[in-house]
């Protein structure tokens, strides 16, 4: 019989990339198995066999691209990288179950909370946990004083984000934005938190980085945080949202509190940081698939990562 594989999807992209970091760090048997839509993909020399893929914005062809390729390489375990591919492989779980594979995303529910960012806020004021005051754009009626944040209601992570400073700007982005939020600014530029959690179900584990953004919006230097209050409200979301898998929480702090403005339901930038650190999600979702044992230890108490980056040539002719 063939070696089983991993498909990691969107290798082009920094999450896609360490996803494949994390699974060779365990030194998987598995067959490690790409794919992007670009044929150039940085992260194509790092798997054993690459595969160009439609776009998820065609679902027939993606399903048929996934169903020629299951069988092909005897795909038995699908990381997928792209929120758009979150959500595709969300409405398909009849059909991905019936072929045996075992797509690691998150339960219809908290994929469609936390997707939503006015659904994230009502799913944290409902739980009495902190958080920024929040309307949707339609309905905001000059209930905030400025600056204030702007942004997409759905998807997670900072794209599409807009500071406005004025009631000028506000007017300008109002007239050509459509299902927005607009958010209470939290302050502090060197005062944002990310927390990785994860749970079998039964026990909740995170870790919690203090976290320097690049421009493009994702973590370029981390440090480690033990703090027990960030650990607390991590386990209280895991549990209230009955979590059985891994999701990425952002906060700011707020004095001795952490005030939780975004929830990600899917693995975040800061994954290989975090494997590095000893919380190794991307195993831990496959050793439960496994029913094998998860154990958690920090492999350090403090330390720092930067962020890397390097270069992949291809088709090279002398």
């Given at each position: 019989?063939?070696?089983?594989?991993?498909?990691?999807?969107?290798?082009?992209?920094?999450?896609?990339?360490?996803?494949?970091?994390?699974?060779?760090?365990?030194?998987?048997?598995?067959?490690?198995?790409?794919?992007?839509?670009?044929?150039?993909?940085?992260?194509?020399?790092?798997?054993?066999?690459?595969?160009?893929?439609p776009r998820v914005a065609e679902p027939k062809k993606y399903l048929k691209f996934l169903d020629d390729n299951i069988s092909k390489y005897n795909i038995k375990y699908i990381y997928p990288a792209v929120e758009s591919e979150i959500i595709f492989f969300d409405l398909h779980r009849e059909y991905f179950n019936g072929k045996g594979v075992i797509v690691f995303i998150n339960k219809p529910f908290i994929i469609n909370t936390f997707f939503d960012k006015y659904e994230t806020i009502?799913?944290?004021?409902?739980?009495?946990?902190?958080?920024?005051?929040?309307?949707?754009?339609?309905?905001?009626?000059?209930?905030?004083?400025?600056?204030?944040?702007?942004?997409?209601?759905?998807?997670?992570?900072?794209?599409?984000?807009?500071?406005?400073?004025?009631?000028?700007?506000?007017?300008?982005?109002?007239?050509?934005?459509?299902?927005?939020?607009?958010?209470?600014?939290?302050?502090?530029?060197?005062?944002?938190?990310?927390?990785?959690?994860?749970?079998?179900?039964?026990?909740?584990?995170?870790?919690?980085?203090?976290?320097?953004?690049?421009?493009?919006?994702?973590?370029?230097?981390?440090?480690?945080?033990?703090?027990?209050?960030?650990?607390?409200?991590?386990?209280?979301?895991?549990?209230?949202?009955?979590?059985?898998?891994?999701?990425?929480?952002?906060?700011?702090?707020?004095?001795?509190?952490?005030?939780?403005?975004?929830?990600?339901?899917?693995?975040?930038?800061?994954?290989?940081?975090?494997?590095?650190?000893?919380?190794?999600?991307?195993?831990?979702?496959?050793?439960?698939?496994?029913?094998?044992?998860?154990?958690?230890?920090?492999?350090?108490?403090?330390?720092?990562?930067?962020?890397?980056?390097?270069?992949?040539?291809?088709?090279?002719?002398?």
């Amino acid at each position: 019989m063939a070696k089983k594989g991993i498909l990691i999807t969107g290798i082009g992209g920094d999450i896609g990339q360490s996803i494949i970091r994390c699974i060779k760090d365990i030194d998987s048997p598995f067959r490690l198995i790409g794919c992007d839509i670009d044929h150039y993909a940085s992260g194509r020399p790092s798997v054993d066999k690459f595969l160009i893929a439609p776009r998820v914005a065609e679902p027939k062809k993606y399903l048929k691209f996934l169903d020629d390729n299951i069988s092909k390489y005897n795909i038995k375990y699908i990381y997928p990288a792209v929120e758009s591919e979150i959500i595709f492989f969300d409405l398909h779980r009849e059909y991905f179950n019936g072929k045996g594979v075992i797509v690691f995303i998150n339960k219809p529910f908290i994929i469609n909370t936390f997707f939503d960012k006015y659904e994230t806020i009502n799913f944290l004021k409902r739980n009495k946990i902190s958080h920024p005051a929040t309307f949707l754009l339609e309905k905001y009626n000059n209930q905030l004083d400025f600056p204030i944040i702007i942004k997409p209601r759905r998807g997670c992570g900072g794209r599409g984000l807009i500071k406005l400073d004025g009631p000028e700007e506000f007017k300008a982005q109002k007239k050509v934005l459509v299902d927005a939020v607009v958010q209470e600014y939290l302050d502090g530029e060197n005062n944002e938190y990310t927390t990785g959690v994860f749970s079998d179900g039964e026990e909740a584990h995170s870790i919690t980085f203090k976290r320097k953004l690049s421009p493009e919006g994702f973590s370029k230097m981390v440090e480690l945080v033990r703090d027990e209050k960030i650990n607390k409200l991590a386990e209280k979301i895991a549990r209230s949202s009955n979590l059985v898998g891994s999701l990425n929480i952002q906060s700011k702090r707020n004095g001795e509190d952490f005030t939780v403005f975004e929830i990600n339901p899917r693995f975040s930038s800061t994954v290989y940081f975090r494997h590095y650190f000893g919380f190794r999600d991307v195993e831990w979702w496959m050793r439960l698939a496994e029913n094998k044992k998860i154990n958690f230890k920090l492999k350090y108490k403090r330390g720092v990562g930067v962020r890397c980056f390097n270069e992949n040539f291809f088709n090279l002719k002398k």
